[in-house]
């Protein structure tokens, strides 16, 4: 029976596949589903070629696109037919059966919202989803689409609908057919409509991304495979947004630059046309859009795989431009981004140091932090990374005025060190790279700051000597890190461990005072101390009121003072410091406070006071290694030391410690490796080994006898026949460590003082050194024997006879190796007598005066006391040196003091511009340790303010440094000591004033009192002094020194109480110092809040009555001196760095030098009154001549100099000495100049030989400050004087030996004529006009002593007659003050001695 045939639509008839029976709405689900899947599977059987079966199944095709169909409720029926139709635009393509466009949209929309169905990989339909999906990919079904004119709609739901349904569940099969289906869309179109793209970018926008990651690796699979297809409109995109502004073209307009950065991932060639678009928002005017643009290139640039910058070059510079950028979170945000562009990229280390190093400087706290991370991180990462321009930045920052960035800088270089030196993690190239860390870090312990130090220490415990090691490993780290460490460093480790040794002690009085019954005395007693302990914590303001609180629990808890008892007990090894350090912070902490600072700042003192490091096993390791280092077998060379540097550093090391654990020594093995460093050929190992003995071995008489007997006959022998050094620490030792130390002292003595011999002088300088530390510690014992020693062989026979002529070497200082033996002898002899003294202390038998007088006579004569001629200058610059500081050692004591004239103390003061200049050097070294230690009387002091005339800024600034230190020193010792209130003479650093104005007073070139010249040497020197004590006014302190100078003008010069012309010098001086206080104060006229009390020994007490008001400066005085500019201060600041250690020099110089290697010998003065006495204009001469030679010939040409203009204003012109006075006037002693090329200060320069038509002679200049030459003089005396050597402080060119004199080769204007005449020598060096002034003097002779039949060798001896001092003075020819009577030829310019 033959059923009625359906009918499609369009009315043909619907032939369905055999078994397939009618599909119509009226059947079930259940059954539509199955008939469905009989034509799917009929569809799936066919192809493309069977065109009858095609126009058979047509009108089915068109059926199934029915609203029945596409509308279904059943998902099941939905899919099927969705199938169905994928096949038939299969089957029929490329031509679908379809014609109708909106059919067309309603099918494709109908097959999109089925494919939602892929998210559920599990179920039971999802193959058949796929089919779907591989076969609209497959056969690229969409493409259909391109013909209407709403596809976008069709392809943006498509997208999405894709883009959601993504999961982790799919396999790479499905993505496949995703992305072919995709990119089938995009690369076959026309164009990606904005809509369509941001449904592709929208996956990439963080917040997407984090929620779908597959899809965010879909779109990039998408993107990376279409991009020269949507790269355009990419582009277009970003136009209008960067460019334009049109943030209303897309949604993700906001989302710029997150887009950006994905899309450079995903590939870069996607943003070619967008990077100069970024260029554009780099010069943004708003600070926020440039911020974002930065971070985006920041991290485009500092990608891995990156090679942006150097395919964009023009983008990369203008991105470096940022680094300068005036918003500071730009700056910040570029700085953060050089760390991951290092560690990425290291051939663009190069440009970003530029950038970094101005950063390093930049007015921000955070940038500069952020500079320092950036290097240290990358050069944790590998060291490779970071150049060592970039590490020296680090290195300044260690510097910087934030503690921040301080403690940023001085940690990462610490862990830079761990890494590559100690562990070596990258070799002995990268360890070599950064071994100057330990010795910077080290440095950084001169800084003032408590934080810095306490840094230090902690870094050196952890990082550079690590406490956690064992043993044997921690003292190895620790041996070798001290024989590889600079000199600075030695001493600031040094200082470390004895800042923690006083530490330690006052911790351990603090205990005492516990066990002593409670008293009013000891409350105050333990106050102070508390006091003392908290200056040496953090914050010692808060670290007082925590002291106080530890000292209240260490008063009720015995335990734990027994605990803080043993750590700080010399028997504490290191690990029972450990367990003691814990138990006690155990103790203190609190579980209800997270955050206690009252814990953290108990262990911060217990970290200070810790053994961590040294205990008698660590020092029995020490000595081992030393051994193993003495026998060749240790790792030395490895580690970068050499044997001998290696056992000397390591002696070093022990008498280091010797000092703070001296009972970490006590044991036979460590002392039997001692002795055989007594035994071995180095002076300085030798010598060590003795110190540590003396330091440690005071148990050796009774514990060890064996050691005993085996170290006196070395004592005694290193003592008779070892080096000074040894000489004097064998006599130390003996008197330290032995109870017979006064037989062992006379059994070096008496055979030492017998075989003196002054015919042998390289024999007599350790008997020397031996005698006078015998002297010093057993006075009494060989009061006698020394007194015999001194008066018949000491100065009879060493220090009044040249026996041996020295050396002509020309130069003003040699080094010690070429110093004459007879001179190091005499030095040895005058140190002799200061021992000899200061044992004695008293002057019973007027010995010190006696003494003081043969050095004064040292002075005055320069160091050439018999006047033979046989000394050289450099030998006679080691004595004048000598004599020096022999004074201000006696100074020290009080005794000795007293009896110092002030006459002495001036010649004394006047070594500090001695001619040469390490004499100069050295002796305010020594000046400056002295009064550091509140040794000196504070008169001293006022020594300095001389240093305002020396030549070199080098000096002059190290002089200010030392004041500073000084006041710093004594004022804080004033706030710390409350009975040093009842010394404000002695301690008050305001009250050096009234030395000051005295001793400038006294300055033998301050001959004319009207000199304006001679007037601004005085001002400058005053200012000098005074602008270190007016940097603050403390205690109205301004108007009491204003108070103290106007004092002084009511009394009179008590050297000189009846000498008019001298008391007016004085009270001109005084004048001098209220124009400077009146010009730098504003609080002067206030009321002084004491009285100040003048010195009598050097002022009469003020006469009341005299009121004396009066200017004893005339108005053109006053007026240039108020007009005119004093040296400023800043000119002596030039070492803006403060003193660290008493007595540190600032820089290391190479002996012989005169100034430092910055400074050009054709540069123009720093100092603006520098200029004087020189013209402008003057050319540089070229010289050829050998450093410090005593007559060269120099060949000069001196150009004349231009006028002055007329009407110049007084306060521009810089008056030269040569226009302001006659010819024949000298000019003044010391004034500053431009300082000498190095060593060249020290060279006396001849006038080369002119012939006498030439010029006529100049007669010889009168010397300021010294009385007139005899009338009776003849001629030939008076050109033996213009043929003198240059005096102390100037230097001259030398007449010839041939001929009459001639005119000098100063700045003076010099005839053209005369200038022909002239020669230029080779130029092997050269020197401005200004400088040879400076070596230049103005023909005058060296002040001779004479041996005349009037005053004979016997009465130049001033200890003839020792033991009569009744006679003393009688027995010598005396001037007034105590000098030797002295016949003088034209006294030197620079000599500043007073008869």
Request: glycine share 4%; charged share 25%.
């Amino acid at each position: 029976m033959a059923f009625p045939q359906p009918k499609s639509a369009d009315g043909k008839i619907i032939i369905y596949p055999p078994g397939v029976k009618e599909i119509t709405d009226k059947i079930s689900n259940d059954e539509l589903v199955k008939r469905l899947k009989m034509v799917v599977k009929t569809f799936m059987d066919m192809d493309q070629d069977s065109e009858d079966e095609k126009q058979q199944y047509l009108p089915l095709a068109l059926h199934l696109a029915s609203e029945f169909f596409l509308r279904n409720p059943n998902k099941d029926v939905r899919l099927l037919v969705a199938c169905c139709l994928a096949d038939i635009f299969r089957i029929y393509a490329p031509e679908a059966p379809y014609t109708s466009h909106d059919k067309l949209k309603d099918i494709f929309m109908f097959i999109t919202r089925q494919l939602k169905g892929l998210e559920d990989t599990k179920s039971p339909q999802f193959n058949r989803y796929f089919y779907l999906l591989e076969n609209l990919a497959w056969v690229k079904s969409y493409n259909i689409c391109f013909e209407l004119e709403d596809c976008n709609e069709i392809f943006i739901q498509l997208f999405r609908t894709l883009f959601s349904v993504i999961n982790n569940s799919h396999n790479q099969k499905v993505q496949m057919h995703m992305l072919d289906l995709m990119s089938s869309i995009i690369m076959e179109g026309d164009g990606v409509t904005q809509d369509l793209l941001d449904s592709i970018l929208i996956n990439l926008i963080p917040a997407h991304k984090n929620m779908n990651k597959q899809a965010y690796d879909l779109a990039k699979v998408l993107l990376k495979r279409t991009a020269q297809t949507i790269e355009p409109c990419i582009a277009s995109f970003f136009n209008q947004v960067l460019v334009l502004g049109k943030s209303s073209v897309s949604d993700l307009s906001e989302h710029v630059f997150d887009l950006i950065m994905e899309l450079f991932a995903i590939d870069p060639h996607l943003l070619l046309s967008v990077m100069p678009q970024l260029e554009f928002k780099l010069k943004s005017n708003d600070g926020e859009e440039r911020l974002a643009v930065v971070r985006l290139l920041a991290k485009l640039f500092g990608a891995k795989d990156s090679e942006l910058a150097t395919q964009n070059r023009p983008l990369w510079q203008c991105f470096l431009g940022r680094f300068n950028d005036i918003h500071v979170p730009v700056r910040l945000e570029c700085v953060k981004f050089a760390s991951h562009c290092l560690m990425n990229h290291p051939d663009l280390a190069k440009d970003l140091t530029d950038y970094l190093k101005v950063r390093s400087h930049d007015p921000e706290e955070a940038i500069r932090h952020d500079v320092i991370v950036t290097i240290i991180t990358a050069g944790k990462k590998d060291l490779s990374l970071v150049n060592d321009q970039l590490l020296g930045f680090v290195r300044e920052r260690t510097l910087d005025k934030r503690w921040r960035v301080r403690k940023e800088a001085m940690m990462g270089l610490a862990q830079l060190y761990k890494k590559y030196c100690l562990h070596a993690e990258a070799g002995k190239e990268a360890a070599q790279k950064v071994n100057w860390i330990k010795d910077k870090l080290l440095h950084i312990y001169y800084q003032n700051s408590i934080d810095d130090k306490l840094l230090v220490e902690k870094i050196f415990a952890q990082y550079l000597v690590p406490h956690n090691l064992e043993t044997e490993e921690r003292m190895k780290c620790l041996y070798y890190l001290y024989a590889s460490l600079d000199p600075n460093a030695v001493k600031a480790l040094n200082e470390m461990w004895k800042c923690q040794n006083m530490l330690r002690s006052h911790v351990r009085e603090l205990l005492d005072l516990h066990k002593q019954p409670a008293s009013e005395a000891n409350n105050t007693a333990m106050f102070a101390k508390l006091m003392a302990i908290a200056k040496n914590l953090p914050d010692p303001g808060k670290a007082q009121d925590f002291m106080k609180k530890f000292n209240q629990v260490l008063g009720d808890d015995e335990r734990l003072r027994a605990q803080l008892e043993l750590l700080i007990s010399p028997a504490c090894s290191c690990k029972q410091a450990e367990v003691c350090v814990r138990e006690i912070t155990r103790k203190l902490a609190n579980p209800k406070q997270p955050t206690n600072p009252f814990l953290e700042m108990v262990k911060f003192l217990l970290e200070r006071i810790a053994p961590v490091h040294i205990d008698s096993e660590a020092i029995s390791s020490l000595v081992k290694l030393m051994n193993k280092s003495i026998e060749g077998t240790a790792d030395d060379e490895e580690e970068g030391v050499t044997p001998d540097s290696a056992i000397r550093a390591g002696l070093e090391l022990l008498k280091v410690l010797s000092f703070t654990h001296p009972t970490s020594f006590h044991s036979s093995e460590t002392y039997e490796s001692l002795l055989q460093c007594l035994k071995m050929e180095d002076d300085k190992v030798a010598e060590a080994a003795i110190q540590i003995f003396r330091n440690t071995g005071h148990k050796i008489e009774t514990d060890l006898l064996q050691i005993r007997s085996t170290l006196i006959p070395i004592l005694h022998q290193k003592a008779k026949r070892g080096t000074p050094r040894q000489a004097k620490q064998a006599v130390h030792c003996i008197h330290a460590i032995f109870t017979n130390k006064e037989v062992q002292l006379a059994q070096i003595f008496e055979p030492l003082s017998k075989s003196l011999n002054a015919d042998t002088p390289e024999q007599l300088i350790t008997p020397l050194v031996s005698l006078g530390h015998i002297a010093m510690l057993a006075p009494d014992q060989f009061a006698s024997p020394m007194k015999s020693v001194v008066a018949n062989f000491i100065v009879k026979d060493l220090l009044m006879n040249d026996r041996f002529p020295g050396g002509k070497n020309g130069k003003l200082w040699t080094p010690n190796e070429e110093v004459s033996p007879e001179v190091l002898a005499k030095v040895q002899a005058i140190k002799l007598l200061v021992r000899w003294l200061l044992g004695m202390k008293n002057n019973q038998s007027k010995s010190a005066n006696s003494t003081l007088r043969l050095l004064s006579a040292m002075l005055v004569s320069e160091g050439d006391l018999t006047e033979q001629k046989k000394i050289s200058k450099s030998d006679m610059s080691r004595l004048r040196l000598a004599a020096g500081c022999a004074i201000l050692k006696l100074a020290q004591e009080p005794c000795y003091h007293e009896i110092i004239t002030p006459e002495q103390f001036q010649l004394c003061a006047l070594v500090i511009n001695d001619e040469c200049y390490q004499v100069r050097q050295i002796f305010a070294l020594k000046l400056h340790k002295a009064l550091g230690k509140l040794l000196l009387p504070l008169e001293y002091m006022a020594v300095f303010a001389l240093c305002a005339k020396d030549p070199v800024k080098e000096r002059r600034a190290h002089a200010r440094q030392c004041l500073l230190k000084n006041i710093s020193i004594r004022r804080e010792y004033i706030k710390q000591n409350p009975m040093a209130h009842e010394k404000l003479l002695s301690l008050l650093p305001e009250y050096v004033v009234p030395y000051t104005v005295h001793l400038l007073a006294h300055d033998p070139d301050f001959t004319k009192t009207q000199d304006i010249e001679q007037l601004r040497d005085i001002k400058e020197c005053l200012w000098f002094m005074l602008e270190v004590l007016m940097t603050k006014n403390e205690n109205n302190s301004h108007a009491f020194i204003r108070k103290m100078v106007e004092n002084i003008k009511q009394t009179k010069d008590a050297q000189a109480p009846d000498d008019g012309k001298m008391n007016e010098k004085l009270y001109i001086v005084c004048d001098v110092a209220l124009i400077v206080i009146t010009s730098k104060s504003t609080t002067y006229n206030l009321d002084s809040p004491k009285d100040p009390v003048l010195p009598t020994k050097f002022f009469t007490p003020p006469d009341k009555d005299s009121g004396n008001n009066k200017c004893y400066l005339s108005d053109e005085s006053k007026t240039l001196l108020l007009t005119g500019k004093p040296k400023p201060a800043t000119v002596l600041g030039a070492v803006n760095k403060p003193l660290s250690a008493t007595g540190r020099r600032p820089q290391d110089r190479t002996p012989g030098l005169e100034t430092g290697s910055h400074m050009s010998g054709n540069s123009e003065p720093s100092s603006p009154a520098a200029n004087r006495g020189r013209e402008q204009n003057s050319e540089v001469p070229e010289t050829e001549v050998s450093e410090n030679e005593e007559n060269p010939v120099i060949l000069l040409t001196v150009i004349p100099a231009k006028t002055e203009k007329k009407d110049e204003p007084v306060r521009n012109k810089e008056m030269s000495s040569e226009q302001s006075l006659p010819p024949q006037t000298s000019t003044e002693r010391g004034k500053k100049r431009t300082a000498p090329a190095a060593g060249s200060e020290n060279i006396q320069i001849p006038e080369e030989k002119k012939s006498e038509e030439s010029a006529a002679p100049v007669p010889p200049k009168a010397r300021r400050g010294r009385p007139p030459k005899a009338a009776s003089e003849s001629n030939t005396a008076k050109n033996a004087d213009q043929n003198k050597a240059a005096g102390r402080g100037r230097k001259r060119v030398a007449a010839s030996q041939e001929g009459p004199a001639e005119p000098e080769a100063t700045n003076i204007k010099v005839p053209k004529q005369q200038e022909t005449n002239v020669k230029r020598a080779p130029a092997q060096r050269q020197m401005d006009l200004q400088r040879i002034q400076v070596l230049d003097s103005d023909g005058y002779s060296v002040m001779e002593l004479e041996s005349t039949p009037e005053s004979s060798a016997e009465e130049l001896d001033l200890f003839k007659s020792c033991e009569s001092s009744q006679n003393e003075v009688d027995n010598t020819k005396l001037a007034e003050g105590g000098f030797l009577k002295v016949r003088r030829k034209s006294m030197p310019k620079g000599r500043r001695q007073r008869l």
